[in-house]
């Protein structure tokens, strides 16, 4: 590696025979009077390119109409009192309230009002007697966050608190006079823990489990009213694998090895007093296995399926498992002998959550429904009764004319048929070439399925059509699709999506000029990647809190854990498809690539921000650029949706005058728009 007292110089470092170059090594170091003022820059660039954008009042309007209404959510049922967070309209952050079941008293517990602005709160965990209610504190969009405890009985909020950091698991002790945790913070450099705290002790909390922290290595703490247990999770021959420990539930734990270096995907659950597992075969099949204490398989509770079981969920006598069925949710019922007991009917074309209860002694638990034109309903289902009832539904502004969904497919590169998805209001004209907004997210096996989103709405209002290619790396079709973009295969999954460019254009559905891609964090990369590749098919790009450095990915914060689903530099065949897909060294001297927004901020710690503040520095530092490269950046952003509501208002506001201005649309006041370069 070449090293200056220049910070300014750009770096060359040689891996396996290929030089890279990083011209702005220095940006990676956020606390510097040299990134201090770059970013005092753009932020003078940011206002300057939005103050050119006459319609910004008009739509901040608009997504206050669709934002400024009541939430509710993370609800829990507890005997005769249900728990959840609700945010009133006109308030910038949601507060945790109990409500008895029978009278329908609705009690403020906590408020994040005296924090700072800010500030969030969340239910955390629940005692199974309800005495205790833990809930978490975050400050912006960050991942850590702090831990405080309320007495039901008194209506108190306890003095202790778990620290600031990485929560990592939670359970109120047996006997209610304490519990246990983990929570990563930068004090125990060595070793990750499992902690148990006595209300009303002084000096340090009992350490009661402890595995050696490594790089990339984390520590999970999972319990029900039986058992603890320790999920350590870690890399072993460039392998991420985990170790299974439990222990009977009580104060003076008594642990036990269950199995060590497992291969992911293998998730533990504990039902009741047994051990499930929700396991992967090498086959791609996904199923839910028993096992025993000595981690031998004993049983299979529900036979292998080709697309992945994506939740499971334990009552008192039966278990939920959740799994997409040719790209439809599905919620099918077992007893604990793997018989199966029916399904629950749910919502046909949309995506249903199950939402964790706060322990495994109920006859019921909550689950969300969404789709493209509905936002958030939440039912609970009765196990006794084998139903739903809605019990919360979020409003629209207005009566919502429902979406025109069609499913279609077209051919990659290498001549695989790819399935893609449009959606629509119902045309009025019918006129082709339209404006098109298109996102996919390519990776981590995850599926694209039906979710309401502000900024997609408010765009199809305007006559937009949004497009959903389900590249490869996705989890439509199990493993072996998301294997396809995975690794050494990942720029599959780029192809995937400039194939979907280019049919769009070649099937006059819209035009390179009409074409804006978007996404956030994986999908970020990967409309990141499409941009620097086929620069020419799209005219304009939201990029939002993305990796883009590929090369240098595993050396910020945690991201040494996402080595199974990119690889890893230190491999010479692993660091030769990252170098050639990796955006940041992608970019062309020559180029005028199409206007971009970059979206990021400080406390990101997932797609650290360094990322994006040296892509935008690259771009914007050639000649050829001409198209406006935008930083939206922000002290307080991070990589959870956890912002104020004025200033969610705001930066979604600007993300939509940006994809309007690049792509001239004028919004009507009723919604409809002008397309200026027809």
Same mark, same amino acid.
């Given at each position: 590696?070449?090293?200056?007292?220049?910070?300014?110089?750009?770096?060359?470092?040689?891996?396996?025979?290929?030089?890279?170059?990083?011209?702005?090594?220095?940006l990676?170091?956020?606390?510097?009077?040299?990134t201090?003022?770059?970013?005092?820059?753009?932020?003078?660039?940011?206002?300057s390119?939005?103050?050119?954008c006459?319609?910004?009042?008009?739509?901040?309007?608009?997504?206050?109409?669709?934002?400024?209404?009541?939430?509710?959510?993370?609800?829990?049922?507890?005997?005769?009192?249900y728990?959840y967070?609700?945010?009133?309209?006109?308030?910038?952050?949601?507060?945790?309230?109990?409500?008895n079941?029978?009278?329908?008293?609705?009690?403020?517990?906590?408020?994040?009002?005296?924090?700072?602005?800010?500030?969030?709160?969340?239910?955390?965990?629940?005692?199974?007697?309800?005495?205790?209610?833990?809930?978490?504190?975050?400050?912006?969009?960050?991942?850590?966050?702090?831990?405080?405890?309320?007495?039901?009985?008194?209506?108190?909020v306890?003095?202790?608190?778990?620290?600031?950091?990485?929560?990592?698991?939670?359970?109120?002790?047996?006997?209610?006079?304490?519990?246990f945790?983990?929570?990563?913070?930068?004090?125990v450099?060595?070793?990750?823990?499992?902690?148990?705290?006595?209300?009303?002790?002084?000096?340090?909390d009992?350490?009661v489990?402890?595995?050696?922290?490594?790089?990339?290595s984390?520590?999970?703490?999972?319990?029900?009213a039986?058992?603890?247990?320790a999920?350590?999770?870690?890399?072993?021959?460039r392998?991420?694998?985990?170790?299974?420990?439990?222990?009977?539930?009580?104060?003076?734990?008594?642990?036990?090895?269950v199995? *060590? !270096? +497992?291969?992911?995907?293998y998730?533990?659950?504990?039902?009741?007093? @047994? %051990?499930?597992v &929700?396991?992967? /075969?090498?086959?791609?099949?996904?199923e839910?296995?028993?096992?025993?204490?000595?981690?031998?398989?004993?049983?299979?509770?529900?036979?292998?399926?080709?697309?992945?079981?994506?939740?499971?969920?334990?009552? *008192? !006598? +039966?278990i939920?498992?959740?799994?997409?069925?040719?790209g439809?949710? @599905? %919620?099918?019922? &077992?007893?604990? /002998?793997?018989?199966?007991?029916g399904?629950?009917?749910?919502?046909?074309s949309?995506?249903?959550?199950?939402?964790?209860?706060?322990?495994?002694?109920?006859?019921?638990?909550?689950?969300?429904?969404?789709?493209? !034109?509905?936002?958030?309903?939440?039912?609970?289902?009765?196990?006794?009764?084998?139903?739903?009832? &809605?019990?919360? /539904?979020?409003?629209?502004?207005?009566?919502?004319?429902?979406?025109s969904?069609?499913?279609?497919?077209?051919?990659?590169?290498?001549?695989?048929?790819?399935?893609?998805?449009?959606?629509s209001?119902?045309?009025?004209?019918?006129?082709?070439?339209?404006?098109?907004?298109?996102?996919?997210?390519?990776?981590?096996?995850?599926?694209?399925?039906?979710?309401?989103s502000?900024?997609?709405?408010?765009?199809?209002?305007?006559?937009?059509?949004?497009?959903?290619p389900?590249?490869r790396g996705?989890?439509?079709?199990?493993?072996?699709?998301?294997?396809?973009?995975?690794?050494?295969?990942?720029?599959?999954?780029?192809?995937?999506?400039?194939?979907?460019?280019?049919?769009?254009?070649?099937?006059?559905?819209?035009?390179?000029?009409?074409?804006?891609?978007?996404?956030?964090?994986?999908?970020?990369?990967?409309?990141?990647?499409?941009?620097?590749?086929?620069?020419?098919?799209?005219?304009?790009?939201?990029?939002?809190?993305?990796?883009?450095d590929?090369?240098?990915?595993?050396?910020?914060d945690?991201?040494?854990?996402?080595?199974?689903?990119?690889?890893?530099?230190?491999?010479?065949?692993?660091?030769r498809?990252?170098?050639?897909?990796?955006?940041?060294?992608?970019?062309?001297?020559?180029?005028?690539?199409?206007?971009?927004?970059?979206?990021s901020g400080?406390?990101?710690?997932?797609?650290?921000?360094?990322?994006?503040?040296?892509m935008v520095?690259?771009?914007?530092?050639?000649?050829?650029?001409?198209?406006?490269?935008?930083?939206?950046?922000?002290?307080q952003?991070?990589?959870?949706?956890?912002?104020?509501?004025?200033?969610?208002?705001?930066?979604?506001?600007?993300?939509?005058?940006?994809?309007?201005?690049?792509?001239?649309?004028?919004?009507?006041?009723g919604?409809?728009?002008?397309?200026?370069?027809?």
């Amino acid at each position: 590696m070449s090293v200056s007292a220049n910070p300014f110089l750009p770096v060359e470092e040689v891996l396996h025979g290929v030089t890279v170059a990083d011209p702005y090594r220095w940006l990676e170091s956020r606390n510097t009077p040299h990134t201090e003022e770059w970013l005092h820059k753009q932020s003078r660039l940011f206002h300057s390119y939005f103050e050119q954008c006459t319609n910004l009042a008009r739509l901040q309007l608009r997504v206050q109409d669709y934002l400024d209404i009541e939430i509710v959510d993370q609800p829990a049922h507890l005997e005769d009192r249900y728990f959840y967070r609700k945010r009133n309209k006109g308030q910038e952050q949601g507060s945790i309230y109990v409500r008895n079941e029978a009278n329908a008293e609705e009690r403020l517990l906590v408020s994040p009002e005296h924090d700072d602005p800010f500030s969030s709160v969340g239910i955390y965990r629940i005692s199974e007697d309800g005495n205790f209610l833990a809930y978490e504190v975050k400050h912006g969009g960050e991942d850590r966050k702090e831990v405080r405890i309320i007495d039901m009985k008194s209506r108190t909020v306890l003095t202790h608190t778990v620290p600031h950091g990485y929560a990592r698991g939670f359970a109120f002790a047996p006997e209610g006079d304490g519990y246990f945790y983990v929570q990563e913070t930068a004090v125990v450099e060595h070793e990750h823990q499992i902690c148990l705290h006595r209300f009303g002790q002084t000096g340090d909390d009992e350490v009661v489990f402890r595995v050696p922290k490594l790089h990339g290595s984390r520590l999970i703490l999972t319990a029900n009213a039986v058992q603890l247990g320790a999920i350590w999770i870690h890399l072993k021959d460039r392998r991420t694998v985990l170790d299974l420990s439990i222990s009977p539930f009580i104060s003076q734990p008594r642990w036990r090895a269950v199995f *060590r !270096d +497992r291969p992911v995907p293998y998730n533990p659950i504990l039902c009741h007093d @047994r %051990i499930l597992v &929700l396991a992967e /075969k090498d086959s791609g099949n996904s199923e839910l296995i028993e096992i025993s204490e000595d981690g031998d398989e004993v049983g299979t509770l529900m036979p292998p399926r080709a697309t992945r079981i994506l939740q499971c969920l334990v009552t *008192r !006598d +039966r278990i939920f498992v959740r799994y997409l069925d040719h790209g439809v949710t @599905r %919620i099918g019922s &077992l007893d604990f /002998k793997g018989c199966p007991q029916g399904s629950v009917e749910v919502p046909f074309s949309g995506t249903i959550t199950m939402i964790p209860a706060p322990c495994q002694n109920t006859d019921s638990f909550f689950y969300g429904y969404e789709s493209y !034109d509905c936002p958030l309903a939440i039912f609970e289902y009765s196990v006794k009764t084998g139903s739903s009832a &809605l019990w919360h /539904k979020r409003s629209l502004p207005q009566s919502n004319r429902p979406c025109s969904v069609h499913e279609t497919c077209f051919t990659s590169k290498d001549g695989k048929a790819i399935p893609v998805t449009l959606v629509s209001k119902e045309p009025e004209s019918g006129s082709v070439p339209m404006p098109a907004i298109m996102t996919s997210y390519g990776g981590f096996g995850v599926a694209m399925t039906p979710q309401f989103s502000v900024l997609v709405t408010i765009m199809l209002e305007f006559g937009a059509v949004l497009v959903l290619p389900h590249v490869r790396g996705g989890g439509e079709f199990g493993k072996a699709w998301h294997e396809a973009g995975r690794r050494r295969n990942k720029q599959t999954a780029f192809d995937d999506f400039i194939a979907a460019a280019e049919w769009l254009h070649g099937e006059g559905i819209t035009t390179p000029e009409k074409l804006a891609i978007f996404g956030g964090s994986n999908s970020g990369l990967l409309v990141a990647g499409a941009m620097t590749q086929r620069p020419d098919l799209f005219g304009a790009v939201l990029s939002i809190a993305p990796l883009v450095d590929m090369v240098r990915y595993e050396q910020f914060d945690d991201a040494a854990r996402w080595r199974g689903e990119f690889g890893t530099a230190e491999d010479p065949d692993d660091f030769r498809a990252l170098y050639a897909y990796s955006p940041y060294h992608r970019v062309r001297t020559e180029v005028d690539y199409p206007a971009t927004l970059f979206v990021s901020g400080d406390k990101d710690e997932r797609c650290n921000p360094a990322h994006v503040r040296k892509m935008v520095a690259l771009l914007q530092g050639r000649k050829t650029q001409s198209s406006p490269i935008v930083l939206d950046y922000s002290e307080q952003r991070g990589h959870s949706p956890a912002l104020p509501l004025t200033v969610r208002v705001q930066a979604l506001a600007r993300r939509i005058a940006f994809l309007c201005r690049q792509l001239n649309i004028v919004p009507s006041e009723g919604g409809n728009c002008e397309t200026l370069c027809d």
